[in-house]
């Protein structure tokens, strides 16, 4: 496994998040087009949007949340061995893939993992979650 095996890794993260965001935008609209939910203004309304009456946080800032862990990882990937980095302008030889970098990897790809996971369980259990009597 090379080096740009590695940040393609943290591209093609990159891509899927984004497709995984906006096909949550397009769930979140009434028979909105997939393509429609692409846009990106509609992504940041989705995002911004105020939580549901009763809700202690807004399912937008759970996904803003999500999608920051995912565009960090992404970016961890990618970094190292961008030809203009910091180690290749300072003169140092080229990256080169260790075990290192690649624990570096697995344990960011499982804490992204573990915060998909709990998102939706706990988007679920929000959802599920009676509203008080006051609130109906």
């Given at each position: ?83 203009g980095s910091a180690r ?49």
């Open positions: 496994m090379s080096a740009a095996y590695v940040a393609g890794a943290g591209l093609v993260l990159l891509i899927a998040g984004y497709f995984q965001l906006a096909a949550r935008v397009a769930r979140s609209g009434k028979g909105m087009p997939f393509g429609d939910a692409l846009a990106p203004d509609r992504i940041w309304h989705f995002l911004r949007a105020p939580a549901a009456k009763g809700a202690w946080i807004a399912q937008g800032t759970v996904y803003l949340v999500q999608n920051i862990v995912l565009l960090a990882t992404a970016v961890l990937l990618v970094l190292p061995f961008i030809a290749t302008e300072a003169g140092s030889p080229k990256a080169v893939f260790s075990g290192s970098i690649l624990a570096a990897g697995a344990a960011l790809v499982v804490a992204l993992a573990v915060s998909l996971y709990v998102t939706a369980k706990v988007s679920d259990l929000l959802a599920r979650r009676p509203l008080p009597a006051a609130a109906v």
